[in-house]
């Protein structure tokens, strides 16, 4: 056990360096302007920001984007599933042509995405007149919301399981089955146990994008204040009219959400002990 | 398992449908009712005045409640929502053209909808002056001074933003009376788009851009905007400089008949747009920094409000011709701003 393992042949001067030039990107893109959202929120003090929080039209947009994440997350997630079930155990033709339509969400511009269904759903779409014959609005209110934000989140489940779908490989499941396992059997006792780490990760990344979206939802939103803007659209509108410790404030929050979830999941993997190899892309 | 999809499509399907059940607007019974106004950018402030003054009027003239959603961005795209089915009520643009084309491709109200309301539906007018830093450290007096080397121009894209338009056509309008001819004034304008770092897609961006963000030596604005970040936003830090020449602004209202008469909002609709010519509203507008139509008011404001030589968009052949000649896809925008910039 004498000489230098290979992976640490740098000097300690260049690995001090290394580690410094990385933890001072965290600082200056990560900390600071986090620093900064919460700073500007509390720049007029607690009474100012929490006034701001509790506005009628803040509080809407509150509501909305957890109705919209509450909506599309349960969605994706059984998407997400069935998806990357059906890619990693089954050989079937058009497959890679799956895989690349599940990634099409990520390639494709925000805004785009939103502009596709003004296209399907607005009043000059294909569906508008139709839609406005029989009385049922879906752009400028909440269900194009909702379909424009299952849209832009729905590869991050899908994308997490596969790899590690495929890796785990068709054993557990053909063994099941040979011991005479009903397909839904085989699903909830074996196939759902080796992935709920992968699931919950999937699902919190999806929960992240689905309340933060800003680009599809916003060519689908309409602005409506009170009525038809999240979250987001509600700090941008807050920004344009020179409220900055309200625009600050319901940004905090959304940064907050995004904190929390990312405290679920690091106690989740501390408390599990878990290390999600093979799920990494 | 391929059942999971259908399942989701179906539950997609009705969870959609089940939603848009509950979201409606309009007038539901007599106790009260809602209109939605679709405006432009920078009239948040005068509308949020504008709707407080006209509910209680209509609280004490028929006892009906009447309460407000606003959406604001740039006027291009506001009107593109609406003609999408965004269901507006009334619609308080930054220019006819935008309310042309909800009659022109969407059928949404009558072509001859400007005739409907005085002055060209135009309850108030502005025009287009220059915001600049105190003390006015560039020197900056009329248009020939906005195309001196290193001097920074703001205003945002004539292709999204109302406002843009006419500050496109106030630049016009200069180089054409300076130059004597629409070669020169070509010029002119091209040469003042080389001096733009920026092109925000609304009027209130750019005065984000210029207020906030401290950028360019001079901001091409909105009167009304203009004397709000003067007097409210940054007050100390900017002067205005009124050119020699401008445009008389005139944004119009017009009630969006289709919406209105499925809302059954028609008439708290038409009422509310009428508000805005008694002396009332006239006076609102003017404390928002509108220009009145009312003499009388606009006589109170006189301070307020410079004189100035002011063209008018029927100098351009109305907002049909000017649309086609400089904004549209192909026209003299695209011909000085894709040119200068890019190629």
Same mark, same amino acid.
Request: contains cysteine; aromatic residues 10%; hydrophobic residues 50%.
């Given at each position: 056990?004498?000489?230098s393992?290979p992976?640490t042949v740098?000097?300690p001067?260049?690995?001090?360096?290394l580690? =410094?030039v990385?933890?001072?990107?965290?600082?200056?893109f990560?900390?600071l302007?986090l620093?900064?959202?919460f700073a500007g929120a509390?720049?007029k =003090?607690?009474?100012?920001?929490f006034?701001a929080l509790?506005?009628?039209d803040?509080l809407?947009?509150?509501r909305?984007?957890?109705?919209?994440?509450?909506?599309?997350?349960?969605?994706?997630a059984v998407f997400?599933?069935?998806a990357a079930? $059906?890619?990693a155990?089954?050989?079937?033709?058009?497959?890679s042509?799956?895989?690349?339509?599940?990634?099409?969400?990520?390639?494709?511009?925000p805004?785009?995405s939103?502009?596709?269904?003004v296209l399907l759903?607005?009043?000059?779409?294909?569906?508008?007149?139709?839609?406005?014959?029989?009385?049922?609005?879906?752009?400028?209110?909440?269900?194009g919301i909702v379909l424009?934000?299952?849209f832009?989140t729905?590869?991050?489940?899908a994308?997490?399981l596969i790899?590690?779908?495929?890796?785990?490989g068709?054993?557990?499941?053909e063994? $099941?089955?040979?011991?005479?396992?009903?397909?839904w059997q085989?699903?909830w006792?074996v196939?759902l146990p080796?992935i709920?780490?992968?699931?919950?990760y999937?699902v919190l990344?999806?929960?992240?994008?689905?309340m933060?979206e800003?680009?599809?939802?916003?060519?689908v939103?309409g602005?409506i204040?009170?009525l038809?803007?999240t979250?987001?659209?509600?700090?941008?509108?807050?920004?344009n009219?020179?409220?900055f410790v309200g625009?600050?404030?319901? $940004?905090s929050l959304l940064?907050?959400l995004?904190?929390v979830?990312?405290?679920?999941k690091?106690?989740?993997?501390?408390r599990f =002990?878990?290390h999600?190899a093979?799920a990494?892309h | 398992?391929?059942a999971?999809f259908?399942?989701?499509?179906?539950?997609?399907m009705i969870?959609?449908i089940?939603l848009?059940a509950?979201?409606?607007?309009g007038?539901n019974?007599?106790?009260?009712?809602e209109l939605?106004n679709?405006?432009?950018?920078?009239?948040?402030?005068l509308y949020?005045?504008?709707n407080?003054a006209f509910?209680k009027?209509?609280?004490?003239?028929t006892?009906?409640t009447?309460?407000?959603?606003m959406?604001?961005g740039?006027?291009?795209k506001q009107?593109?929502s609406?003609?999408?089915g965004?269901s507006a009520?009334?619609?308080t643009l930054a220019l006819?053209?935008?309310i042309?084309?909800?009659a022109e491709?969407?059928k949404l109200l009558p072509?001859?909808?400007?005739?409907r309301?005085?002055?060209?539906?135009?309850?108030?007018?502005s025009?287009?002056?220059f915001?600049v830093r105190?003390?006015?450290?560039?020197g900056?007096?009329?248009w020939?001074?906005?195309?001196?080397?290193?001097?920074?121009?703001?205003?945002?894209s004539?292709k999204t933003?109302?406002g843009?338009?006419?500050n496109f056509?106030?630049?016009?309008?200069?180089?054409?009376k300076a130059?004597?001819s629409?070669?020169a004034?070509?010029k002119?304008?091209?040469?003042?788009?080389s001096h733009?770092?920026v092109?925000d897609?609304?009027?209130?961006?750019a005065?984000t851009?210029f207020?906030?963000r401290?950028?360019g030596?001079v901001?091409?604005?909105w009167?009304?905007e203009?004397?709000?970040?003067?007097?409210?936003l940054?007050?100390?830090?900017f002067?205005?400089?009124v050119?020699?020449?401008s445009?008389?602004?005139?944004p119009?209202?017009?009630v969006?008949?289709?919406n209105?008469?499925a809302?059954?909002?028609?008439?708290?609709?038409?009422e509310?747009?009428n508000?805005?010519?008694?002396?009332e509203g006239q006076?609102i507008?003017?404390?928002n920094?509108?220009?009145?139509r009312?003499q009388?008011?606009?006589?109170?404001?006189?301070?307020t409000?410079p004189?100035l030589?002011?063209?008018?968009?029927?100098d351009?052949?109305g907002?049909g011709?000017?649309?086609?000649?400089?904004?549209?896809d192909?026209?003299v925008?695209d011909?000085?701003?894709?040119?200068?910039k890019?190629r």
């Amino acid at each position: 056990m004498s000489g230098s393992h290979p992976t640490t042949v740098e000097s300690p001067w260049a690995r001090r360096a290394l580690i =410094g030039v990385g933890f001072l990107f965290l600082a200056l893109f990560l900390f600071l302007p986090l620093v900064m959202v919460f700073a500007g929120a509390l720049a007029k =003090g607690w009474q100012v920001f929490f006034d701001a929080l509790v506005d009628p039209d803040a509080l809407a947009a509150i509501r909305l984007t957890l109705l919209v994440a509450g909506i599309s997350v349960p969605v994706n997630a059984v998407f997400g599933v069935a998806a990357a079930w $059906a890619i990693a155990k089954f050989d079937f033709r058009g497959k890679s042509l799956l895989i690349s339509l599940i990634d099409l969400p990520f390639s494709v511009s925000p805004v785009v995405s939103g502009l596709v269904f003004v296209l399907l759903f607005g009043a000059q779409g294909w569906l508008g007149p139709w839609l406005t014959e029989h009385g049922v609005r879906i752009i400028f209110a909440v269900p194009g919301i909702v379909l424009a934000t299952v849209f832009v989140t729905f590869p991050f489940v899908a994308r997490e399981l596969i790899p590690l779908m495929a890796e785990q490989g068709r054993d557990d499941e053909e063994a $099941a089955r040979s011991l005479a396992a009903t397909g839904w059997q085989t699903f909830w006792h074996v196939t759902l146990p080796n992935i709920r780490w992968g699931l919950l990760y999937g699902v919190l990344l999806c929960n992240a994008r689905a309340m933060g979206e800003f680009g599809a939802v916003s060519v689908v939103s309409g602005h409506i204040r009170g009525l038809t803007n999240t979250m987001p659209l509600h700090v941008e509108i807050l920004y344009n009219e020179y409220d900055f410790v309200g625009a600050f404030a319901v $940004a905090s929050l959304l940064a907050s959400l995004a904190l929390v979830t990312l405290g679920v999941k690091t106690v989740l993997e501390w408390r599990f =002990g878990i290390h999600r190899a093979g799920a990494a892309h | 398992m391929r059942a999971p999809f259908p399942a989701v499509m179906a539950a997609l399907m009705i969870g959609t449908i089940g939603l848009s059940a509950c979201s409606g607007g309009g007038s539901n019974g007599k106790g009260s009712v809602e209109l939605l106004n679709v405006s432009y950018d920078p009239t948040r402030e005068l509308y949020k005045d504008v709707n407080a003054a006209f509910a209680k009027r209509w609280k004490d003239k028929t006892g009906q409640t009447v309460s407000f959603r606003m959406s604001h961005g740039g006027s291009g795209k506001q009107s593109r929502s609406v003609i999408d089915g965004l269901s507006a009520d009334v619609v308080t643009l930054a220019l006819g053209y935008d309310i042309d084309a909800m009659a022109e491709r969407a059928k949404l109200l009558p072509a001859n909808w400007q005739s409907r309301l005085p002055d060209n539906s135009a309850p108030y007018t502005s025009t287009i002056v220059f915001l600049v830093r105190k003390g006015n450290p560039k020197g900056i007096r009329d248009w020939p001074d906005l195309v001196k080397p290193g001097v920074q121009v703001i205003t945002p894209s004539p292709k999204t933003s109302g406002g843009a338009r006419w500050n496109f056509l106030a630049a016009w309008a200069y180089g054409k009376k300076a130059g004597g001819s629409d070669a020169a004034a070509q010029k002119y304008v091209a040469n003042l788009y080389s001096h733009v770092p920026v092109l925000d897609s609304g009027a209130r961006g750019a005065t984000t851009t210029f207020v906030e963000r401290g950028l360019g030596d001079v901001l091409i604005a909105w009167e009304n905007e203009a004397l709000l970040s003067e007097k409210e936003l940054g007050a100390g830090k900017f002067d205005i400089v009124v050119p020699s020449i401008s445009v008389l602004a005139e944004p119009p209202v017009a009630v969006v008949d289709a919406n209105a008469k499925a809302h059954g909002t028609e008439r708290a609709a038409t009422e509310y747009l009428n508000f805005l010519y008694t002396p009332e509203g006239q006076e609102i507008v003017a404390r928002n920094f509108y220009r009145p139509r009312d003499q009388a008011v606009m006589a109170r404001h006189a301070a307020t409000f410079p004189k100035l030589d002011m063209v008018t968009i029927q100098d351009f052949g109305g907002w049909g011709a000017a649309q086609k000649r400089f904004f549209a896809d192909g026209g003299v925008f695209d011909a000085i701003y894709g040119g200068g910039k890019r190629r």
